[in-house]
């Protein structure tokens, strides 16, 4: 069992930045694949970028180079940074993990999953 803490969402105003964070509590960070997903109302789960083991990185294409996934060892956490954030961004967002694997964009590739952390951005 892997738990998946999940923090810093928030609302913020188009353009804006905000970084969320995932900590596997109790696990080693750099032991899993970790990546995030997200939920708006009404739509399927997406996949938004994620960090393999190795420490290689992968982001869905309405993201790319607004969004970054990194890791810090020695805190043990995941970060999601995003930036330049828009309306469409709205959504809940949920990390994921799972061990020692390649990154992967479909949602039931993860085996264990954090409860989520809301994210709005007003225009």
């Known amino acids: 069992q892997v738990q998946l803490v999940e923090s810093g969402g928030g609302s913020v105003q188009t353009g804006g930045s905000l970084t969320l964070n995932c900590v596997p509590s109790g696990r080693t960070a750099s032991d899993y694949t970790i990546c995030w997903f997200r939920q708006a109302p009404g739509k399927d789960r997406e996949f938004v970028g994620g960090i393999s083991w190795r420490g290689t990185t992968s982001y869905a294409d309405s993201v790319k180079g607004r969004f970054t996934v990194s890791r810090d060892n020695a805190k043990n956490t995941i970060y999601l940074q995003m930036t330049i954030l828009k309306p469409e961004d709205t959504a809940i967002y949920y990390c994921?993990?799972?061990?020692?694997?390649?990154?992967?964009?479909?949602?039931?590739?993860?085996?264990?999953w954090g409860q989520g952390t809301q994210v709005t951005v007003s225009s």
């Open positions: 994921a993990s799972r061990r020692f694997a390649r990154v992967a964009t479909t949602s039931s590739s993860y085996d264990y």
